[in-house]
């Protein structure tokens, strides 16, 4: 009996031993099949970013009539940069950034969670009011913001609108006041942007288990209730993801803004991208550009970071 309880056991010893060389050959081959494709990406994503620093530490520019791996011959070592802190007009383009976010990304995260929770139930018409809600995202930037050129027009119907109601000749100039223009394009990119952050958190409420919300409801939790403490903590990593897009992408408004004011009056809607385009097209500092595209590389890597802890601990809180 000894000898053939150890026959079984020794046989059943030998299959995970001949299955590991399979194993790790079916990996050294899939290494050997995808590396073609990462060294690719790892091109195009690292040559293009040792590029710019090389350039960034010099001032090289193509009115020099040299080609850009000549442009050790105007080195600087870290010029730029030092320019760069003591440049008033970068920190005035960042400022204005910053004003736009802290106005556009709350509104249109609050606008976007009210309708999501409206078209959690049915009511009539939904798919066509569905339709209507989402066809401004599909909208192209450029289109949409010669819409609202045309609308903040002095002319133009808000203006008409507002004569109407006020029953005198308003002749507002939207567009030429520093603070208005500023509003304005926070008015654009909210009508234009909201849809995008409705879908996705439309995407988490409808994730949220029905047999949840039943068994609340039942219990009986009111809506508010509901919503607080079962619906919101469930849907913290879609908001954090939701947030953090809307955010990144402020730093690269450009299409809207600039048919719109094209940074003015003045430099009174300069945003980063704005300037970024304006110093490369007309001032064609580009050793100055690419300063300035890593610094805002940096500080978006930065907010990426902490959108992704804030991703981790939210889905550590909701596994608890």
Do not use: H
């Not at 008015?187 to 996705?200: K, V």
């Not at 849907?235 to 600039?258: C, H, N, P, Q």
């Amino acid at each position: 009996m000894s000898a053939t309880e150890t026959i079984p056991s020794a046989a059943s010893a030998t299959p995970p031993r001949a299955a590991q060389p399979v194993d790790l050959e079916s990996r050294r081959l899939g290494f050997r099949l995808t590396l073609p494709t990462q060294l690719l990406v790892l091109f195009i994503a690292v040559f293009p970013l040792l590029m710019q620093l090389y350039i960034s530490l010099t001032d090289w520019s193509p009115l020099d009539g040299v080609s850009w791996w000549k442009a050790w011959q105007s080195w600087n070592n870290f010029a730029n940069y030092t320019d760069l802190m003591e440049d008033r007009r970068w920190w005035g383009a960042l400022w204005r950034t910053f004003i736009i976010m802290a106005v556009c990304v709350p509104a249109e995260f609050l606008l976007a969670l009210g309708l999501a929770t409206l078209f959690m139930d049915d009511f009539p018409g939904k798919r066509i009011f569905y339709s209507i809600l989402l066809m401004p995202m599909m909208v192209v930037p450029a289109v949409a913001g010669y819409m609202f050129f045309m609308l903040f027009q002095s002319s133009g119907p808000l203006n008409g609108i507002l004569s109407a109601l006020s029953g005198m000749d308003v002749r507002i100039a939207w567009l030429s006041d520093p603070t208005l223009a500023l509003v304005a394009v926070m008015i654009a990119d909210i009508w234009q942007w909201t849809p995008l952050m409705f879908l996705i958190l439309l995407a988490g409420l409808v994730g949220v288990p029905e047999d949840q919300l039943k068994a609340a409801t039942l219990l009986g939790a009111n809506w508010r209730q509901r919503f607080f403490t079962i619906m919101l903590p469930r849907i913290k990593t879609i908001m954090v993801i939701a947030l953090a897009i809307r955010v990144i992408e402020i730093f690269k408004i450009f299409d809207t803004l600039y048919i719109m004011t094209g940074g003015g009056p003045g430099v009174a809607t300069e945003t980063i991208s704005v300037y970024v385009y304006k110093v490369t097209t007309q001032d064609l500092i580009w050793g100055y550009v690419a300063a300035i595209a890593l610094v805002i590389l940096i500080v978006l890597s930065v907010l990426a970071v902490f959108a992704m802890k804030r991703m981790e601990a939210a889905k550590k809180e909701g596994r608890a």
